[in-house]
T-cell receptor, first 114, second 110 residues
Framework: GAVVSQHPSWVICKSGTSVKIECRSL??????MFWYRQFPKQSLMLMAT?????????EQGVEKDKFLINHASLTLSTLTVTSAHPEDSSFYIC??????????FGEGSWLTVV | KQEVTQIPAALSVPEGENLVLNCSFT??????LQWFRQDPGKGLTSLLL?????REQTSGRLNASLDKSSGRSTLYIAASQPGDSATYLC?????????FGAGTRLTVKP
């Protein structure tokens, strides 16, 4: 079974609304989680590093006020896409290191903004 | 800048062929390099991880090599099967995050 659970798998929202995606580590604690975005036929691009109990670290070019990240516990990080627009439609995926050498990815979330 | 490149972008082979996927990285200061498989609309499945001190790793029909000095890694798939059809991603780990290539989309025809 999955050791990193991501929810929802698919979401459709109206332009201008906000949508929240959850990433949970099921069998381990993760002080750090990562959020990636993948556009069709492109690579995964790191958006931000989510740190438990502190502010997320965003990659250059990623709007922190648009992509709100909250890492409220050692097993949960959330990504909220605020005021979503069609260009935000993408595949969002999270990951967490279970050990120094083992990383697990969530199953991803497809966001479609109409 | 830490960039990871994969060639070819797409590959189609008949069943039973051996094949090689290529990955190159610009910054050799990686902690490790990992190969993943991604099925359409799905997350990532880790295939092989090579530590920076290692030269290769093998798992079943898969063999991955790493040459830090030249900034290259290869994934060798022996006796390919239709079930191997997927996108294969390589990723270099730098500090705590990972940099991904754009992937090679493999199709194995029966």
């Amino acid at each position: 079974g999955a050791v990193v659970s991501q929810h929802p798998s698919w979401v459709i929202c109206k332009s201008g609304t906000s949508v929240k995606i959850e990433c949970r580590s099921l069998d381990f604690q993760a002080t750090t989680m990562f959020w990636y975005r993948q556009f069709p036929k492109q690579s995964l691009m790191l958006m931000a590093t989510s740190n438990e109990g502190s502010k997320a670290t965003y990659e250059q070019g990623v709007e922190k006020d648009k992509f709100l990240i909250n890492h409220a516990s050692l097993t949960l990080s959330t990504l909220t896409v605020t005021s979503a627009h069609p260009e935000d439609s993408s595949f969002y995926i999270c990951s967490a290191w279970a050990t120094a050498t083992t990383i697990y990815f969530g199953e991803g979330s497809w966001l479609t903004v109409v | 800048k830490q960039e990871v490149t994969q060639i070819p972008a797409a590959l189609s082979v008949p069943e039973g062929e051996n094949l090689v996927l290529n990955c190159s990285f610009t910054d050799s200061a990686i902690y490790n390099l990992q190969w993943f498989r991604q099925d359409p609309g799905k997350g990532l499945t880790s295939l092989l991880l090579i530590q920076s001190s290692q030269r290769e790793q093998t798992s079943g029909r898969l063999n991955a090599s790493l040459d830090k000095s030249s900034g290259r890694s290869t994934l060798y798939i022996a006796a390919s099967q239709p079930g191997d059809s997927a996108t294969y991603l390589c990723a270099g780990r730098y500090n705590n995050d990972m940099r991904f290539g754009a992937g090679t989309r493999l199709t194995v025809k029966p």
